[in-house]
């Protein structure tokens, strides 16, 4: 069974970092993509980061790129996103999504990152 | 960027009836491989999103098969046989043709 947990999320001031981690278990993890998706509190999703199961290509979307930055260990099967510059526009739910065919199949259950001062 | 535009944003049904939602991309989601990496997620309350679709008409596993994907080009359907009071959530298109991946601004579904 495909299991995805993120943790690291929390309260942080404008300007600030955190580190997203997402620990992957019930598949191989170094063979899939992986992708970092956040939903605003009643909005919608956004896929804010992408990166491949080799680590040789990441995405960014424009409202990220230059403050964000997604990595991942596969001997660790930890995906990540180090977060800094933080705004309050970042404030959302973080999840990690597992690449199916180019469509997201499995999700964790998400990360709370709330940019409060 | 690829614009996902869906519509209705909100579809009350009646239990039992059928519902259909709509989903237009910006430009072709057809990818030089010949797919068309467009999908359909539901997104139950509290709980995060759930893969229906993919490529366009592929069911998922589980999904049960009163869900149904069609499409071509820009122009894409979601379609529920019968609503079930476990089909209540927001619905949304995502397109990965092109990078980034965008989403539809999602449609709720509920039940009249």
């Known amino acids: 069974e495909v299991q995805l947990l993120e943790s690291g999320g929390g309260v942080v001031q404008p300007g600030g970092s955190l580190r997203l981690s997402c620990t992957a278990s019930?598949?191989?993890?170094?063979?899939?993509?992986m992708r970092w998706v956040r939903q605003a509190p009643g909005k919608g999703l956004e896929c804010v980061s992408s990166?491949?199961?080799?680590?040789?290509?990441?995405s960014y979307a424009d409202s990220v790129r230059g403050r964000f930055t997604i990595s991942r260990d596969n001997s660790k099967n930890t995906l990540y996103l180090q977060m800094n510059s933080l705004r309050a526009e970042d404030t959302a739910l973080y999840y990690c999504?597992?690449?199916?065919?180019?469509?997201?199949?499995?999700w964790g259950q998400g990360t709370l990152v709330t940019v409060s001062s | 960027d690829i614009v996902m535009t869906q519509t209705p944003l909100s579809s009350p049904v009646t239990l039992g009836q059928p519902a259909s939602i709509s989903c237009r991309s910006s430009?072709?989601?057809?990818?030089?491989?010949?797919?068309?990496?467009l999908s359909w997620l539901q997104q139950r309350p509290g709980q995060p999103p759930r893969l229906l679709i993919y490529?366009?008409?592929n069911r998922f596993s589980g999904v049960p098969d009163r869900f149904s994907g069609s499409g071509a080009g820009t122009d894409f359907t979601l379609k529920i046989s019968r609503v079930e009071a476990e089909d209540v959530g927001v619905y949304y298109c995502?397109?990965?043709?092109?990078?980034?991946?965008?989403f539809g601004q999602g449609t709720k579904l509920e039940i009249k």
């Open positions: 990166i491949t199961g080799d680590a040789a290509a990441t």
């Open positions: 999504a597992k690449d199916f065919v180019r469509a997201l199949g499995d």
């Open positions: 019930g598949f191989t993890f170094s063979t899939y993509t």
């Open positions: 490529k366009m008409s």
């Open positions: 430009q072709s989601l057809v990818h030089s491989d010949g797919n068309t990496y």
């Open positions: 995502m397109q990965a043709t092109q990078f980034p991946v965008t």
